[in-house]
Structure formats: C-alpha cells, structure tokens
C-alpha cells in the first residue's frame, strides 16, 4: 500500500483491511439498525435502549479484555472477538423479540455509531502502533482512520442495497434488513482469516507486560481517559442511529437517502484525516484535537437551526470535514505519552470509559425524542463536547509527545 508510511510492517497492512472490513459492515448495521428496530413496532425509547445496550456490551468486553490480557495471546483474543462478531449478526438476523434483541446487543459486537467503537479497537491500536517508528505514527493512525471512515462511508451508501434486493426479488423489505445483518456476521469470519496472516511476533504476542500502567504514566491516562469521557458522553447523545432515528421522524428521509448523507459525510471525514497529520505537524497534537473540533460542534448545532432539510443534511456533511480530524491525533497522542510497553494498557483504559460514557445518553435522548422532534439530543451534545475541547487545551497544552519534544 503506497500511502502506508515507510516504515509501516506487512502486520500493518492486515490490520487496515481488518479496519476496512469492520467498518464496512458497521456502515450498513448503523443506517440498518434504527429502521429495522422501528419496522418492529419499537418506540423511541427501545431504540434508544438497544443503542445503549450496545455500548455498554462493547464497554464490558473491552473492560474484559484489558483485565484478562496478560493470560491469553493477541491472536486468541482477536479470534473469541470475531466469533463473536458471527454469533452478533445471526441473532440479529433470525431474531425478533425485543428482550432477545436487547440481549444480543448487551453481549454483541454490534456497532451502533460510525465510530470505532468496539472490543478490536484496543487489540489493533497496541499492534498497530508497534508496527511503525514513533514519526510514522500520527501517519498510520491517519491511514487507519482513513480507512475506517471511507469503507464505513462506502457501507451507509450501500445500506439500502439488501433492501433494494429483497423487495426486487418480491420479498418483504424486513427480509433486506435481516440479509444485512447475516452479512455482518459473516464478516466475522473474513475477518478470523485476516488475523490469522499476521506474523508469529503479532499473533502470539502476550500483554502481560503491557497490562498496568507506570506512576508517571497513571495520572496522565487515567486525566485523558476522564476528557475522553467527556467528549464521549456528549457524542451519545448524536450517534449515527440516534441521529438517523431524529431525521427519519423529522423529516421522513428513507435509509436509502441518509446512507447518501452519511457517505457524503463519510467521504470528507476520511480525507480529513490525512490533513490530520500534516496539521499536527506545524501546531502539535493537542491543538490539534482542540482547534478542528469546536468547529465541529457549532456546525452540529447548526443542524438543528436549519431551516430545512437540506439545509440541515448540508452542515451535516460539512461538519463530516471537521468531526473526525482529532481521531487518529488523540488516539497517537495516547500511545506517545506512555511507554512502548504500556500501550495496550493505556488502550484499554481511555476506551472503556468512553465507552461507558456513551451508553446510557442514546437512552436519554431516545425519550427526548419520542416527546418532541427538536433535537435536543443534538446540542447536549455540541455543548460537551466543546467543553471537552476547552479542558484539553487548558490541561495539556505543554504535555508533549517525543516527536515534538525533539
């Protein structure tokens, strides 16, 4: 790949297309999700419980990982991930009921946001950052989330295909829906294959070593993990599938014309990261992460004062430009600040309490929703966000990564 950085392993390599793979599949599960749920009779607020369940699964098990890591290898881990992946979408595609549904979500893989948020993020961040030097790592991250944001943009684009094929073929579109998540699922196994090309010093690498942080490095972790949460927190309360659930009773938009808006969306917030690196370089890390994001957030509460829906589906996509940058910055600013061999610890920590962070808001405003179709949900969440941006700004300006020391 000749936009990989020039040190970057062949173990580099596998993980992006394991990126691309997961990315694609949740692509299509977050546009999916909301229409499914709500074809089956359930309100708002299921919807929203559905969401959180997810997000809190996604946190426990990533919790788990990073507590049970020092006894198992990185390839035993990545495979029990994506078994699990396979056992996801048949349940959500063969299931009905609500409590089988809110099950499956709670112990699942399934990714109700179009960000990474799942039990492989930690397990390839740890591996991926030990594939390049500490100046090619802002630029794999880049390519990373790059990845992840265009494949998953190209995936919402292509949520309306199993739907388009089902009614087609003269089946009910409920049989579309279900298709997309058995297609998720098989995922599950494309993925168990890539894992399995990665070289003996990846696949049988343990953690033990990487499974608890120094004194100097706790403090650090543990201040960025409660920002992360932060910014988390208020990113529940505008997941994908809660916004798709605001435009869909807003405006009525098909799954088929929001894949388009997130693809679009998608597109500029790929690109956005390669800008990432080449801005971190000339004013640093953590500006950043602060100086790309506020913007985002007014543009996110601008889609409420719209007039319209286009108007609205506009600065949406616009904001896609901006939303993303900080990405792969915030996730090489983590593994600069700690020790090669605390990395995956570090990875750990700052996840999981984003992930809790961002559960139990999609519950909130699933019931801000069901009593009113302003998206309340929406400033909540651009509010905390730059409130995050501020603290981040103000408590770590002059923590620099070696790069920058240098």
């Known amino acids: 790949m000749a936009f990989l950085p020039a040190s970057a392993s062949s173990d580099a390599k596998l993980l992006i ?8 599949v949740d692509g299509i ?81 399934m990714n109700p946001s179009a960000g990474d948020v799942s039990v492989f993020l930690p397990l390839e961040q740890a591996t991926l950052s030990a594939t390049v030097t500490d100046s090619d790592r802002t630029g794999i991250f880049a390519v990373f989330n790059l990845v992840g944001s265009l494949v998953g943009a190209v995936g919402a684009l292509c949520a ?31 993925l168990l294959a890539i894992y ?12 033990k ?52 808006v997130f693809f679009s969306a998608g597109i500029l917030s790929a690109f956005s990261s390669l800008l990432a690196v080449r801005v971190s370089r000339r004013i640093g890390l953590v500006r950043t992460m602060v100086f790309t994001h506020i913007p985002a957030s007014v543009l996110l509460a601008a889609v409420v004062l719209a007039p319209n829906v286009w108007w609205a589906m506009g600065l949406f996509i616009l904001r896609g430009l901006l939303s993303q940058m900080d990405v792969p910055v915030r996730t090489s600013y983590v593994m600069a600040v700690v020790q090669p061999h605390e990395r995956a610890a570090a990875a750990s920590i700052t996840n999981v ?29 651009a509010a905390c966000k730059i409130t995050y941006d501020l603290l981040l700004l103000m408590m770590f300006r002059n923590v620099r990564p070696p790069e920058e020391a240098a």
């Open 160 to 190: 309306g295909i199993p739907i388009w094929l089902a009614t087609s073929m003269g089946h009910d579109p409920e049989v579309g829906r279900r298709a997309a998540f058995v297609l998720y699922g098989i995922a599950g196994l494309l």
């Open 29 to 109: 599960a977050y546009v999916v999700l909301p229409a499914f749920l709500l074809h089956l009779g359930f309100s708002g607020v299921q919807v929203g419980a559905v969401v959180t369940a997810s997000l809190l699964g996604s946190a426990a098990l990533t919790l788990a990982v990073g507590i049970s890591a020092h006894r198992f290898s990185i390839e035993r881990l990545l495979a029990y991930s994506s078994w699990l992946m396979v056992v996801t979408g048949i349940a959500f595609g063969l299931s009905t009921p609500f409590i089988v549904l809110l099950i499956v979500a709670a112990v699942g893989t």
């Open 196 to 207: 399995s090309r990665l070289s003996p010093a990846s696949r049988s690498r343990s953690t």
């Open 17 to 24: 297309a394991t990126r691309g793979v997961r990315a694609f």
């Open 353 to 381: 309490p984003r992930s809790l962070a961002s559960a139990l808001p999609p519950l909130a405003a699933g019931w801000m929703l069901d009593q009113s179709n302003f998206a309340w949900p929406l400033l909540i969440c």
């Open 209 to 260: 070593a990487d499974s608890a942080l120094g004194t100097e490095s706790r403090k650090t972790v543990y201040t960025l993990a409660a920002l992360f949460s932060l910014d988390s927190f208020g990113g529940g309360f505008a997941t994908q599938a809660i916004f798709a659930l605001w435009v869909y009773r807003r405006f009525d938009l098909s799954p088929g014309t929001l894949g388009v």
